[in-house]
């Protein structure tokens, strides 16, 4: 069974950095594309970014410029660089694989919250 374990995640100032981290256990990670994803109160849950198994990646505009997502095969573990942050960037967030339905299952995600 797969297991998604999230962290890294705190409340910073805007403009500060915080880098996330995701574990994958119970997959064959190096052949998933993966992304991170995150959800604020009241909105739907948006992919900000996703990096292929060939490490190639993609952004979302809001975060273009601003987060670097990579991943570690060796390791089974996805992060996400995430400097520049605006308060617009709170949000719990969680790695999956890219499209999300692949497993079925999400993690508990790390809260991510940006003060003014």
């Known amino acids: 069974q797969v297991q998604l374990v999230e962290s890294g995640g705190g409340l910073v100032q805007a403009g500060g950095s915080l880098r996330l981290s995701c574990v994958v256990s119970?997959?064959?990670?190096?052949?998933?594309?993966m992304g991170w994803y995150r959800q604020a109160p009241g909105k739907q849950r948006e992919l900000v970014a996703s990096?292929?198994?060939?490490?190639?990646?993609n952004y979302g505009e809001r975060v273009k410029g601003r987060f670097t997502i990579s991943r570690d095969n060796a390791k089974n573990t996805v992060y996400l660089q995430m400097d520049s942050l605006k308060p617009e960037d709170t949000a719990v967030y969680y790695c999956n694989a890219v499209p999300s339905k692949t497993w079925g299952y999400w993690g508990q995600g790390t809260q991510v919250t940006v003060s003014s």
């Open positions: 990096v292929a198994s060939t490490h190639s990646a």
């Open positions: 119970g997959a064959i990670f190096g052949l998933i594309d």
